[in-house]
């Protein structure tokens, strides 16, 4: 079966100093790798994708299939980051989301 | 573009009773998607509706079902309402490209839903 794993509810980190947010998954056929965001009082939204290989605000994700692993980092937290984010995997016409991981920043 | 629209924002139920919850998608979009989440939890697929059919389903059961109209909005509606319904309901839309790239969905804010 398809599934997101995200060991960690919450991640607190001070300002400018470097983040990852584990991201974990399974499926037998050829991932679609997502991290989607939740600002406070905002709608969820996709901060970026495997496929595109970019940056987002400083945020990267390597998919290593060796590792089953789409970990998000970013060499130097700002305050604004904080936000709930989720992994997720692509699968058909269809999203599954890991549980979220919290991330606080502080000054 | 107010993007994806749902109402009603809040919503209390008793055991037992039916619910419907309205999605209008973003501007241009043409699938609508439905999630649960439930507190602490990521949003769980529902199901998917493209050219007013449903095209892939989860893991609900049958009393879940919806509907998409011609100019794309949705409803979800929920019969025989249990406590463990209680949870915020997503919609996202999309624009349907085929094959197997996938298409980037945009979320609504949700209808928070509770069951007493």
């Known amino acids: 079966a398809q599934r997101v794993t995200q060991p960690e509810k919450l991640l607190s980190v001070f300002k400018g100093a470097p983040v990852e947010l584990k991201c974990n998954y399974s499926?037998?056929?050829?991932?679609?790798l997502f991290w989607y965001v939740q600002y406070s009082r905002q709608r969820l939204q996709l901060l970026l994708r495997h496929i595109s290989r970019e940056s987002i605000k400083g945020f990267t994700a390597d998919l290593n299939k060796g590792e089953t692993s789409f970990h998000l980092k970013k060499p130097f937290a700002q305050e604004e980051d904080s936000a709930m984010y989720y992994c997720?995997?692509?699968?058909?016409?269809?999203?599954?989301f890991g549980t979220g991981t919290r991330l606080l920043v502080s000054p | 573009d107010a993007g994806v629209t749902q109402s009603p924002t809040h919503l209390i139920k008793t055991r037992g009773q039916q619910v419907t919850l309205r999605c209008s998608p973003k501007?241009?979009?043409?699938?609508v998607s439905w999630y649960q989440q439930a507190l602490g939890q990521g949003p769980q697929f529902i199901f998917q509706y493209y050219e007013e059919e449903e095209r892939q389903r989860g893991n609900f059961p049958d009393r879940f079902s919806g509907h998409q109209f011609p100019n794309y909005s949705s409803e979800l509606n929920v019969n025989a309402l249990l406590l463990g319904d209680s949870a915020l309901y997503l919609c996202?839309?999309?624009?349907?490209?085929?094959?197997?790239?996938?298409?980037?969905?945009?979320f609504g804010p949700g209808t928070r839903l509770t069951v007493l």
């Open positions: 996202a839309s999309s624009l349907a490209g085929g094959g197997k790239s996938y298409n980037e969905q945009f």
């Open positions: 499926y037998s056929g050829s991932p679609e």
């Open positions: 997720a995997l692509g699968f058909g016409e269809k999203l599954v």
């Open positions: 501007s241009g979009h043409d699938t």
